[in-house]
């Protein structure tokens, strides 16, 4: 053995070097005597068969709708990968809550997925869901519910099946019900101690804005109501807004006639398991209300110290300035999409760069100039029928007074003065911000679903693209002057003793400069 190893490693028994004679010449083709070798590669070989492309059809990508004889749309994009995106969206919400116990929609969120006719638990569903590497999940905002699964492009038919069931046969169990309220219980609970309190005063500044109506009624369920929402509050509310014609089930990643086809076999004819004498005795009570912008204040006064104890965030007090913009459907729904990149912002302490927003004009403007400024930020709101423009700020209390001055500032120079660079810049970044979130499949679905709801068709990105790109600075400048014609709304959390009166806030609005009203005293604050 020691003498064959020995032979491979060009060595003898004795040690010496072995001489190997110069082998002879070698052929690395099995095609001599063929012609092949004179054949160049910029030449097919004589003989082979035809080479067929593959080709793209521009169109593979386009967004696909139909509409089934109950009145419930199929929408499909057929993007290319083994994992698709399937889900229900459904035209409801908090909004359409006025003839119901506020926080039915919250319950119906935290209660989706759960134990339906087919299936007896939570568990049950997730386990059908891993064996095809999937996931669910669902999410309501003002107007819209999302039932969404995202699982192997194999496993649609199982994933169409399960997704009718959790949407139209819900069982709402006794026990499902009370740890629902647990939750909420907890979530709200939650939201009082929370150091980042943006949730608390979305949900403050849409109160204010549309006091008592439609967009400004809670998302989160009222701690009053915990208890009060039972299974037929449930039931009935589904009744009347869980209907096929205010229904579109989107899909991301499969043939839009496979989606067509389950879409028949489990959503067509099928009998919800609210359609009970008890629920239709009941009969309809659907609010279709148009949202009435008012403007007002929603003001919560707190010890925000010992918020976060143990962290570096200071004792801080929280504004939000917003005004009426308008609905996703308006034609300056755009001109506001560019001027919230416009005006950016973010955080005092963050860290830096231009992808960042450190050229927006909150940065420039108010971070950068005012160093006792913690936080501003530009927020739109958008909806069917109205939005509101907001602005969140957040100083030491003590300069509550200045932190409403400065903002309102920045609202009047929207309609003044636009520089060709900065409007260049903040559409090039809403341009990119567009495209690059499009690259992942749960937000091509959702973008296809909320679109095909409001409009029952999908623009491509392209067209928005251009849209952004035809946008003027005076198309900006006008849309912010129409927004100055509005009430203003404030909402303001924290130590508010600095926080100026909503009638000042008013004046301040219409003044020309956006000063607050001189107040003389004879002792200095």
Avoid at 184 to 190: R, S, T, V
Avoid at 332 to 353: E, T
């Amino acid at each position: 053995m020691a003498a064959r190893i020995g032979s491979i490693l060009g060595y003898n028994s004795r040690g010496k070097v072995l001489h190997f004679r110069r082998s002879t010449k070698r052929s690395f083709s099995s095609s001599e005597g063929c012609g092949y070798h004179d054949v160049p590669l910029t030449q097919a070989l004589p003989g082979a068969p035809k080479i067929v492309y593959a080709s793209v059809d521009p169109r593979s990508h386009d967004a696909q709708v139909t509409t089934l004889s109950n009145g419930l749309k199929v929408a499909s994009i057929n993007k290319f990968g083994e994992f698709c995106t399937i889900g229900v969206l459904v035209n409801s919400g908090p909004r359409y809550e006025a003839r119901y116990t506020k926080g039915i929609s919250h319950f119906l969120e935290k209660l989706a997925f759960g134990a339906t006719e087919k299936f007896e638990s939570r568990d049950h569903i997730f386990q059908t869901l891993e064996r095809h590497g999937g996931i669910c999940d669902c999410q309501s905002s003002k107007d819209t519910f999302i039932y969404g699964i995202s699982a192997e492009t194999r496993g649609l038919d199982e994933a169409t099946a399960l997704l009718a069931d959790a949407v139209y046969r819900p069982k709402f169990t006794d026990q499902e019900i009370e740890e629902a309220r647990q939750s909420i219980q907890f979530e709200l609970e939650d939201l009082q101690f929370r150091p980042d309190p943006e949730p608390l005063l979305t949900e403050m500044i849409h109160s204010a804005a549309y006091d008592c109506n439609t967009l400004g009624y809670p998302r989160l369920c009222p701690k009053d109501n915990v208890t009060r929402v039972e299974r037929n509050d449930l039931y009935h509310f589904m009744y009347n807004h869980f209907t096929p014609s205010r229904t579109v089930l989107a899909g991301v990643g499969m043939p839009h006639e496979k989606l067509v086809e389950y879409a028949r076999k489990y959503f067509d004819g099928v009998t919800p398991v609210w359609e009970t004498p008890q629920v239709l005795k009941m009969g309809r009570k659907f609010d279709g209300s148009v949202s009435q912008y008012t403007g007002g204040e929603e003001l919560v006064e707190r010890d925000m110290s010992n918020v976060a104890p143990g962290t570096p965030i200071p004792d801080l007090a929280h504004a939000v300035l917003a005004l009426e913009s308008c609905g996703h459907q308006h034609p300056d729904f755009i001109s506001f999409a560019v001027l919230n990149m416009l005006m950016g912002g973010g955080g005092s302490f963050s860290a830096g760069g231009p992808g960042k927003g450190m050229y927006t004009r909150l940065y420039l403007n108010v971070l950068n100039r005012f160093p006792w400024m913690y936080s501003a930020t530009a927020v739109h709101h958008s909806y069917a029928d109205s939005g509101i423009f907001c602005i969140h700020a957040s100083a030491n209390p003590g300069m509550m007074r200045e932190l409403v001055e400065v903002i309102i500032r920045e609202f009047h120079f929207m309609s003044r003065s636009i520089e060709e660079t900065e409007l260049n810049r903040a559409k090039k970044q809403l341009q990119s911000m567009l495209m690059m979130n499009l690259e992942a499949r749960p937000v091509v679905f959702e973008d296809l679903g909320r679109q095909v709801l409001a409009t029952g068709m999908r623009k491509n990105p392209e067209e928005f693209v251009a849209m952004i790109e035809c946008v003027t600075a005076d198309d900006v400048k006008r849309a912010a002057a129409g927004m100055l014609q509005s009430n203003p709304s404030i909402a303001a959390l924290g130590n508010l003793s600095a926080l100026p009166d909503y009638q000042d806030i008013q004046k301040a609005f219409a003044s020309k400069d956006g000063s607050l009203p001189r107040k003389f005293s004879l002792f200095r604050r």
